[in-house]
């Protein structure tokens, strides 16, 4: 998966789901409201969004997953995308996210460390980074996301910086 903004983008091989869209990314568990997550990053993608737009999206789409969960546990997911001359990450659940590249050196992001989800904007020339989420891939939400593009089974992505 490449992109002219972003680089390169390695999935890697798991259970879950990975989208890229636009250089905007998307890793998320099944079990999940994966279609809502995927729509959210279909929906920043094609109105043009920047990685800023898509964690508030993303984080409106978890809001609601709270408030129908009955266990309490949050959505495991992770989304990352080009922002202010950075990289907006935002992480939920049991997914982790790293950053590297910035003057702060590696910036690391778990869902866990949050009680609902953790957010930040990395800045910095030739940032590369990578996100993960645990889970079981749900076969017809991969599907639902391939017929829309840019979306594949995996545990998470290795994002390498455009050279």
Excluded: F, Y
Excluded at 65 to 81: D, H, K, N, T, Y
């Amino acid at each position: 998966m490449t992109e002219q903004r972003v680089g390169v983008v390695r999935p890697l091989p798991g259970e879950g789901v990975v989208a890229h869209l636009n250089g905007l990314l998307l890793v998320c568990a099944t079990g999940q409201p994966v279609e809502e997550l995927l729509a959210a990053l279909n929906d920043t993608a094609v109105t043009g969004g920047d990685g800023r737009a898509l964690a508030r999206r993303v984080a409106q789409v978890l809001a609601r997953a709270m408030e129908r969960s009955l266990s309490g546990e949050p959505v495991s997911c992770a989304v990352a995308g080009p922002a202010n001359g950075g990289i907006a990450v935002l992480v939920s659940g049991a997914a982790v996210a790293s950053v590297s590249g910035g003057p702060d050196g590696e910036v690391r992001l778990a869902g866990r460390d949050a009680l609902t989800w953790t957010d930040r904007l990395v800045t910095g020339p030739g940032l590369q980074g990578g996100a993960a989420a645990a889970g079981r891939r749900p076969a017809r939400a991969v599907r639902a996301a391939r017929r829309r593009g840019g979306a594949r089974g995996g545990r998470g992505v290795r994002l390498h910086p455009a050279r």
